[in-house]
Each structure stands twice: as C-alpha cells, then as structure tokens.
C-alpha cells in the first residue's frame, strides 16, 4: 500500500492534528492560525477537530491490522503531504491522548513507504512555561524521527500560553507566537515548494 501522496504533490494537503479536548482549547487557536496561515500561502491544508484524538488506547493485539475508530485518522495520515503536529505540554511532555493518535500510526507500518515515509513535520506546543514546551517539542521530534519524518526546523513552542492567546475571544494576541508560527509555515512552504 501506497503511504499517500507524496510529498512532491501540490494538490495533497497539509494534516494539522493535535490540540486537546478542553472546550477553550489555546491548542485549537493555534491550530486554527496555522490552518489560516497555509490558505494565505495558496497551501492545501486538512485541520482535524481535536476529537480525532477520541481513540481507544491502542493495543498492538487487537489493533495488530486495523481499527475502526482509527480508520479515518489513518486515511487523514495517508492522505497528507506533510504534517503539522500540536499537543499541550502535560508534565514536561505531550498530552496522553496525542501520543496515543500518533501510536496509531503503527497501523503505516506496512505502507510503502512505511510510517511517515520521510513527510515533513511542523510541531507546536502550548505550556504555562517556556521550558515545558521545549520539553513537549522534544518529545514530538523523537516520535517523528521514529517514524521515519522529518522535522522543520523551526519548530513552536509557546509559553507561558496564557499571554499568548485570548481563550475567551478565540485569538492569538501575541506577536512573537504569530511569528513563530509563520516562520514554521514559511519553512514548509520552502521545503515543499515544487522544484
């Protein structure tokens, strides 16, 4: 089985997945921000809703070939030219719910090529503190590297987080946290620019 499209394909879009499930989630503001990011650079992007983390823990029994509740998250994965991932930093680390979707992805193990397939990857943390967002940015890079990703280098962590988004109006209101994120657009955009 084909791993997607490739990431050479204008047309295939860009997964932004992650977040959290709180109901005034930053995660989803700078989801959101990134996704409008990529519509003003003419790029193709595909956000998923923080409930395509509602997955049952994976277990390499029973999800040795497939899952249904995964099926349509593994089919966003296949689909994508590139990722970008955002979790809170829970403990100096991602979220459980995030590193359980992205356990999910040994369901790509038999694609060809397997996993990622060498796809770029975006990360974006959100923490009280900077450091924690480093420590969650971290933790994200090992995961993409494991499966066979490649990470932009500029990478976001945002902290503390609560100077950096309006929850309440559903904004960013720092500049500094818009610029990272543009940055790590722009890196993508000229990564994965046609040659």
Known sequence: MRNGMGRSDPSAPVLIVGGSFNKQSACTILMKYTAALFEERGMSYE????????????????????CKEAEPLIAAFRRARAYVWCTP???????????????????MENDDPPFLGGKLVGLIAASSGPIAAIHAIGAMEQIAHALRG?????????????????????????????????QMVDEMRDVLAPV
Do not use: C, Q, W
Not at 153 to 182: C, F, H, M, Q, S
């Open 47 to 66: 956000l998923l809703p923080p409930e395509a983390m509602n997955l049952p823990l994976y277990h390499p029994d029973m999800h040795a070939d497939s």
């Open 89 to 107: 930093s829970y403990h100096y680390s991602i979220s459980g719910a995030f590193k359980n979707l992205l356990d999910f992805v040994e369901l």
């Open 150 to 182: 490649y990470v932009v280098p500029a990478t976001a962590p945002i902290g503390p987080i609560n100077r950096a988004v309006d929850r309440e109006k559903g904004i960013i209101t720092d500049d500094r946290t818009k610029l990272k994120l543009a």
